[in-house]
C-alpha cells in the first residue's frame, strides 16, 4: 500500500465542465488511484507515506493533450526533436492521444496489412513506455483500402483502439470512409476525421459534409490543421450534429476564437476538447494546452475553470480514459500550478484570464511525484512542496 495526501489546496479543479470547482482542499490517493477527497480531517484517517503542500495554489487533473503525432519512443523525425513528449509533461500533460503515426520514417503507403502492423507495434510499444510518466494512447491505425471488418477484428483483438485521422491514408473518399468508420466504431473503436485544408502531402480538404456523411467519433482540429474550413461550416458542425470537436494550438487562431464564442453562445463547451497536433509542420510547440487554455480564458472569455475542463474531464468522456476528472477511483493524475512571477494574475485562474501561462511547480502521475519544479514554464509564485 502507498498513499499520498494533498492537502492545503486553494483552488481544486476537478475536470467535470457541469462543476468545475470543489471546495474540498485535500485529497487522499491510495495506490495510484483516488480514494478521498475532502477536507483537512482525512489527513488523520491515513498512515501516509507522503504529503505534498500545495500551498494554497490549483490543483487540477493531469491535462490530456488529444492530437498528437508520435512515432516510437519520444522522437519526431519531422522536426528532428528528440524528448518533445517527456517536455510535455512539464507542461502539465499527463497523457496524450495519438491521431496516427503519419510521419514514421519508411511508413508503408497504401498498404493495409503494413498499417496494421504499424498501429499494433506502436500500440504495444507505449504500453511499455511512459516517456518523462506521460501516458500516451499510441497506435491509431491509418485507413487504408481494402480494410475489411476481420481486420477491424484483428487489431482490437490486438488491443488498437484508435482510428488516426481519416485522410491521412489512401482511404479519402467519406462515402468510402463511412463503413469502416461504422465497423470500427462496432468493435469499440474511436475515429478522428481530418477536417480541413490538407496538412502534409496525400492528405485530403475535408469539410462539413465530407465530416456529415462519415460520423467521425471526433472533429479533429476543427480550426485548422493549420488549414480551418469556413466558419459557416464550424457553425453547421455545431448546430447540426452531437459530435465531438475538438480545437489544436497549431490551428486558425481566428476561428478557434470563433468556435469558442459560439460555442458558448449555444452551451454546447461539453462537446469540445483541446490538442496541440504536433508534431507537424507548424513545430513542436510544448507547452500548447495550457496556451490552448489562456487563449480561450483571455481572448475568447471562457471561464478558466472550464477551460481546463475541456483538456481534462470532456476529453476522457470521449475516449473513456480514467483519467482527467478528479473524483474516487480515477487514477492519479495531477498539475499543481499557481500565477508565475510577474504577473498581474493572482493565482493560476485569473493568470489565464489575463492571458499569462501559469507556473507549474509539480505534476504527479499515478500518484508519484515526476518533478517539483517545471523546466519550461515561469516560474510559479507559490510552490508546491513534498514534506
Not at 489512401?170 to 468508420?181: G, H, R
Not at 472569455?301 to 468522456?317: D, L, V
Not at 493572482?346 to 489575463?354: G, K, N, R, V
Request: hydrophobic fraction near 35%; include cysteine; aromatic fraction near 4%.
Amino acid at each position: 500500500m502507498s498513499t499520498l495526501a494533498i492537502k492545503n489546496i486553494g483552488k481544486l479543479i476537478t475536470g467535470d465542465l457541469n462543476n468545475p470547482v470543489s471546495e474540498h482542499d485535500t485529497i487522499i490517493v491510495v495506490n495510484g488511484k483516488i480514494k478521498e477527497i475532502g477536507g483537512t480531517e482525512l489527513l488523520n484517517n491515513y498512515d501516509l507515506d507522503k504529503v505534498v503542500d500545495a500551498k494554497g495554489t490549483t490543483v487540477a487533473p493531469g491535462l490530456i493533450d488529444s492530437h498528437a503525432h508520435p512515432v516510437l519512443g519520444d522522437f519526431t523525425p519531422r522536426q528532428k526533436t528528440m524528448g518533445f513528449i517527456e517536455s510535455s509533461l512539464h507542461g502539465g500533460v499527463s497523457t496524450m492521444i495519438s491521431a496516427g503515426e503519419p510521419h514514421t520514417p519508411g511508413r508503408p503507403k497504401g498498404d493495409k496489412e503494413g498499417a496494421k502492423s504499424l498501429a499494433k507495434l506502436v500500440h504495444k510499444s507505449f504500453n511499455n513506455l511512459r516517456p518523462g510518466g506521460v501516458k500516451v494512447h499510441g497506435g491509431a491505425l491509418i485507413l487504408e483500402k481494402g480494410l475489411t471488418e476481420e481486420d477491424f477484428k484483428e487489431v482490437t483483438r490486438e488491443g488498437v483502439w484508435l482510428v488516426g485521422e481519416v485522410g491521412l491514408g489512401t482511404v479519402k473518399d467519406p462515402e468510402e470512409a463511412a463503413p469502416m468508420i461504422e465497423m470500427a466504431k462496432n468493435y469499440g473503436m474511436k475515429v478522428m476525421m481530418h477536417t480541413g485544408g490538407t496538412s502534409i502531402p496525400g492528405s485530403s480538404n475535408v469539410g462539413y459534409e465530407d465530416v456529415i456523411n462519415a460520423k467521425p467519433t471526433v472533429v479533429s482540429h476543427l480550426n485548422g490543421g493549420p488549414t480551418s474550413i469556413p466558419f459557416d461550416d464550424v457553425k453547421k458542425l455545431i448546430d447540426n450534429s452531437d459530435i465531438t470537436l475538438e480545437l489544436v494550438h497549431n490551428g486558425n487562431p481566428k476561428i478557434m476564437k470563433q468556435a469558442a464564442e459560439y460555442a458558448m453562445e449555444k452551451d454546447c463547451l461539453d462537446r469540445f476538447i483541446i490538442g496541440n497536433d504536433a508534431p507537424s509542420g507548424t513545430g513542436v510547440i510544448v507547452l500548447s494546452i495550457i496556451r490552448v487554455i489562456s487563449f480561450l480564458s483571455s481572448v475568447a472569455g471562457i471561464p478558466p475553470e472550464k477551460a481546463i475542463c475541456m483538456a481534462t474531464g470532456n476529453t476522457s468522456k470521449v475516449y473513456d480514459l480514467n483519467v482527467g476528472l478528479i473524483e474516487k477511483g480515477r487514477e492519479a493524475d495531477f498539475v499543481i500550478m499557481d500565477a508565475p512571477m510577474g504577473s498581474v494574475g493572482e493565482d493560476s485562474l485569473t493568470a489565464f484570464q489575463e492571458g499569462d501561462l501559469p507556473g507549474v511547480s509539480m505534476v504527479i502521475v499515478d500518484g508519484e511525484v515526476m518533478f517539483t519544479k517545471s523546466r519550461n514554464t515561469p516560474p510559479a509564485v507559490r510552490m508546491a512542496e513534498v514534506q
